[in-house]
């Protein structure tokens, strides 16, 4: 085996050592059920980990990651992975977080044939078409390509808010919220777009309604 595998497990091993040392029953509590209040949806790029670029510790986040951070609702991996966290880990907050120079979305810019990409990458071209008017209106390619990035979190967290376990539960606990990032590899920053959670909601009731019942937007009062 290569040099570079072996060593993941030597790291591991020091990993290992240096959580025991810190704390004898690190693993023992490990091992317990997990608890997290958030889940993070973002793409599988190597550069931008949830738990490092959140300063999160084991067990704080569930993490759902492909490539750019796509929400489809014929994707049964990460509508499974929503309804999960939502109905039986009780999160508070799911994140949806994109990265600039992401090459999922620079692809999707690319008029090229990529194979068994396109249906997927056909996803943010769906954006781009839903912003043609915006997205073109940029003249630096640069920014334009960043400013893509951002509205594919935006509309990746409107299809997060589309799905009935998310509104269901809502409803009855004012739980999850839905907000949209996007991780600055420039600078380390993470950036809140500041998604208006609660007028999403409002603006897709009529079509997207899948609760049977009126929406309740208000925070509720003893």
Not at 139 to 166: F, G, H, P, T
């Amino acid at each position: 085996m290569s040099q570079s595998y072996e060593v993941i497990f030597e790291n591991n091993r020091k990993w290992v050592e240096s959580k025991v040392s810190d704390n004898p029953e690190f693993f023992h509590e490990l091992a317990k059920t997990q608890n997290p209040d958030y889940l993070y949806i973002g793409c599988s790029d190597s550069r931008a980990t949830a738990e490092e670029l959140m300063g999160a510790k084991p067990g704080e986040v569930f993490v759902h990651r492909n490539i750019a951070n796509v929400v489809n609702t014929l994707d049964m991996s990460s509508t499974a992975v929503i309804q999960y966290a939502v109905e039986h880990l009780k999160v508070k907050h799911i994140i949806v977080c994109g990265h600039y120079n992401c090459g999922g979305v620079k692809a999707a810019m690319t008029p090229q044939d990529l194979g068994l990409l396109n249906p997927w990458l056909r996803n943010i071209r769906d954006v781009y078409r839903l912003h043609q008017n915006e997205l073109d209106a940029i003249e630096d390619e640069s920014r334009r390509y960043d400013r893509l990035v951002e509205l594919n979190v935006q509309e990746q967290c409107i299809n997060v808010i589309k799905m009935a376990c998310v509104q269901e539960r809502y409803i009855v606990e004012e739980y999850p919220i839905v907000h949209g990032w996007v991780f600055d590899l420039r600078t380390g920053k993470i950036i809140d777009l500041e998604i208006d959670f609660e007028k999403i909601l409002k603006d897709i009731q009529k079509i997207y309604n899948l609760t049977g019942s009126d929406w309740v937007m208000s925070r509720k009062t003893d």
